[in-house]
Nanobody, 121 residues
C-alpha cells in the first residue's frame, strides 16, 4: 500500500523557519512531479511548489524567494524549506505525488495526511 508520510510542521514565530519532509512508501514503479499544497481555514487548497523527477521547479508567487523545494529521488522524498515565514503562511500543508505502482498501472494522485504549520505574529 502506498503512503505519503509527512513530518516537520509546527508553530513558529513570524520570520522563522520550518522544514517539511514527505516520504513515499510502499510498492512504487515511478513518481512524476512531487509537490506541496496548502489549505488555510475557509480557503481552497492551493499550490505551494512542485518539482519534477528531473528537477524542474515551480513556485507559487506568494512563496518565491522564501521557500525552497527539493527532492531525493532515491529515497522518494520531497522537502520544503520554509524561511521568512509570515502569518499568512499558516495552513495545513499537504504533500502530493502522482505515481504509478507498477509498470502497467495508470498514474494515480496520492496525498499525504497533512501537517499543520502555524506562524504567529
Amino acid at each position: 500500500q502506498v503512503q505519503l508520510v509527512e513530518s516537520g510542521g509546527g508553530l513558529v514565530q513570524a520570520g522563522g523557519s520550518l522544514r517539511l519532509s514527505c516520504a513515499a512508501t510502499g510498492t512504487i514503479f515511478s513518481i512524476n512531479a512531487m509537490g506541496w499544497y496548502r489549505q488555510a481555514p475557509g480557503k481552497q487548497r492551493e499550490l505551494v511548489a512542485t518539482i519534477t523527477s528531473g528537477g524542474r521547479i515551480n513556485y507559487a508567487d506568494s512563496v518565491k524567494g522564501r521557500f525552497t523545494i527539493s527532492r531525493d529521488n532515491a529515497k522518494r522524498t520531497v522537502f520544503l524549506q520554509m524561511n521568512s515565514l509570515k502569518p499568512e503562511d499558516t495552513a495545513v500543508y499537504y504533500c502530493n505525488a502522482p505515481l504509478r505502482r507498477t509498470y502497467s498501472s495508470g498514474t494515480v494522485d496520492y496525498w499525504g495526511q497533512g501537517t499543520q504549520v502555524t506562524v504567529s505574529s
